[in-house]
Protein backbone atom coordinates (compact mmCIF):
# COMPACT_ATOMS: atom_id res chain seq x y z
CA UNK A 1 0.00 0.00 0.00
CA UNK A 2 1.24 3.30 -0.96
CA UNK A 3 1.50 6.02 1.91
CA UNK A 4 2.73 9.35 1.93
CA UNK A 5 3.28 11.28 4.83
CA UNK A 6 3.96 14.77 5.03
CA UNK A 7 5.93 16.81 8.01
CA UNK A 8 7.57 20.38 8.54
CA UNK A 9 4.74 22.61 8.14
CA UNK A 10 3.75 25.24 11.07
CA UNK A 11 3.90 28.47 11.75
CA UNK A 12 6.36 31.66 11.04
CA UNK A 13 6.28 34.92 10.40
CA UNK A 14 6.89 36.56 6.90
CA UNK A 15 10.42 35.92 6.15
CA UNK A 16 10.70 33.03 7.29
CA UNK A 17 11.78 29.68 6.11
CA UNK A 18 10.36 26.31 6.45
CA UNK A 19 11.23 22.64 4.86
CA UNK A 20 8.61 20.33 4.44
CA UNK A 21 9.12 17.02 4.32
CA UNK A 22 7.28 13.91 2.17
CA UNK A 23 8.18 10.23 3.32
CA UNK A 24 7.01 7.82 0.58
CA UNK A 25 6.69 4.25 1.66
CA UNK A 26 5.13 0.86 -0.68
CA UNK A 27 5.98 2.22 -3.71
CA UNK A 28 8.82 2.22 -6.30
CA UNK A 29 9.95 5.59 -5.18
CA UNK A 30 12.81 6.91 -7.47
CA UNK A 31 11.32 5.55 -10.86
CA UNK A 32 8.82 8.72 -10.59
CA UNK A 33 7.86 11.86 -10.49
CA UNK A 34 6.67 13.57 -7.09
CA UNK A 35 4.85 17.34 -6.87
CA UNK A 36 3.90 19.38 -4.19
CA UNK A 37 0.78 21.27 -4.12
CA UNK A 38 -0.83 23.86 -2.00
CA UNK A 39 -4.50 24.80 -1.21
CA UNK A 40 -5.37 27.65 0.75
CA UNK A 41 -9.18 28.41 1.94
CA UNK A 42 -11.56 29.17 -0.30
CA UNK A 43 -9.26 28.21 -3.02
CA UNK A 44 -8.49 25.70 -5.66
CA UNK A 45 -5.72 23.10 -5.33
CA UNK A 46 -2.25 24.38 -7.02
CA UNK A 47 0.73 22.67 -8.10
CA UNK A 48 4.22 24.45 -6.12
CA UNK A 49 6.90 22.70 -7.49
CA UNK A 50 7.02 19.26 -9.54
CA UNK A 51 10.66 16.69 -9.48
CA UNK A 52 10.74 13.99 -12.43
CA UNK A 53 13.22 10.86 -11.64
CA UNK A 54 16.04 12.69 -13.19
CA UNK A 55 16.03 15.62 -11.22
CA UNK A 56 14.55 18.15 -13.04
CA UNK A 57 12.42 20.69 -11.53
CA UNK A 58 9.67 23.27 -12.32
CA UNK A 59 8.08 25.67 -10.32
CA UNK A 60 4.63 27.89 -10.19
CA UNK A 61 5.90 31.22 -10.68
CA UNK A 62 4.89 32.43 -7.67
CA UNK A 63 7.23 30.83 -6.02
CA UNK A 64 10.25 30.54 -8.14
CA UNK A 65 13.61 32.06 -6.49
CA UNK A 66 11.91 30.92 -2.75
CA UNK A 67 11.19 27.67 -3.23
CA UNK A 68 13.11 24.38 -3.60
CA UNK A 69 11.99 21.14 -4.53
CA UNK A 70 14.74 17.92 -3.82
CA UNK A 71 14.50 14.46 -3.71
CA UNK A 72 16.68 11.92 -2.00
CA UNK A 73 16.85 8.56 -3.72
CA UNK A 74 18.41 6.59 -1.15
CA UNK A 75 16.44 7.64 1.97
CA UNK A 76 13.13 8.50 -0.19
CA UNK A 77 11.75 11.68 1.04
CA UNK A 78 10.60 14.66 -0.91
CA UNK A 79 11.21 18.08 0.31
CA UNK A 80 10.83 21.34 -0.02
CA UNK A 81 12.69 24.24 1.09
CA UNK A 82 10.66 27.74 1.31
CA UNK A 83 12.65 30.71 2.32
CA UNK A 84 11.09 34.10 2.18
CA UNK A 85 7.63 33.19 3.39
CA UNK A 86 5.03 35.52 2.32
CA UNK A 87 1.56 35.67 3.71
CA UNK A 88 -0.09 34.86 0.67
CA UNK A 89 1.94 31.66 0.97
CA UNK A 90 -0.56 30.14 3.73
CA UNK A 91 -2.15 27.20 2.76
CA UNK A 92 -2.44 23.07 3.13
CA UNK A 93 0.79 21.85 1.71
CA UNK A 94 -0.07 18.26 -0.54
CA UNK A 95 2.55 16.06 -1.65
CA UNK A 96 1.58 14.09 -4.52
CA UNK A 97 3.57 11.14 -6.25
CA UNK A 98 3.71 9.08 -9.65
CA UNK A 99 3.15 11.89 -12.37
CA UNK A 100 2.84 8.87 -15.00
CA UNK A 101 4.64 10.11 -18.89
CA UNK A 102 3.87 13.76 -18.35
CA UNK A 103 5.10 15.73 -21.31
CA UNK A 104 5.38 18.71 -20.30
CA UNK A 105 9.04 18.90 -18.23
CA UNK A 106 10.85 21.79 -19.38
CA UNK A 107 7.58 23.66 -20.53
CA UNK A 108 5.93 26.76 -18.18
CA UNK A 109 3.13 24.19 -16.72
CA UNK A 110 3.45 22.40 -14.08
CA UNK A 111 1.87 18.68 -14.33
CA UNK A 112 -1.25 18.95 -13.18
CA UNK A 113 -3.36 17.06 -10.57
CA UNK A 114 -4.85 14.46 -12.34
CA UNK A 115 -1.85 13.11 -13.46
CA UNK A 116 -0.96 12.54 -10.04
CA UNK A 117 -1.63 8.66 -8.76
CA UNK A 118 -0.56 9.10 -4.95
CA UNK A 119 -1.53 12.01 -2.25
CA UNK A 120 -0.57 12.86 1.39
CA UNK A 121 -3.04 14.07 3.59
CA UNK A 122 -1.13 17.85 4.04
CA UNK A 123 0.68 19.75 6.37
CA UNK A 124 -0.49 23.44 7.32
CA UNK A 125 1.78 26.27 6.62
CA UNK A 126 0.86 29.43 8.35
CA UNK A 127 2.64 32.72 7.69
CA UNK A 128 1.46 35.81 9.78
CA UNK A 129 2.60 39.24 8.36
Known amino acids: QVQLVESGGGSVQAGGSLRLSCAVSGYSYNTYCLGWFRQAPGKEREGVAA???????MYATSVKGRFTISRDNAKNPLYLQMNSLKPEDTAMYYC???????????????????????WGQGTQVTVSS
Open 51 to 57: IDSDGST
Open 96 to 118: AADCGDYAGWGGEELPPMYEYSF
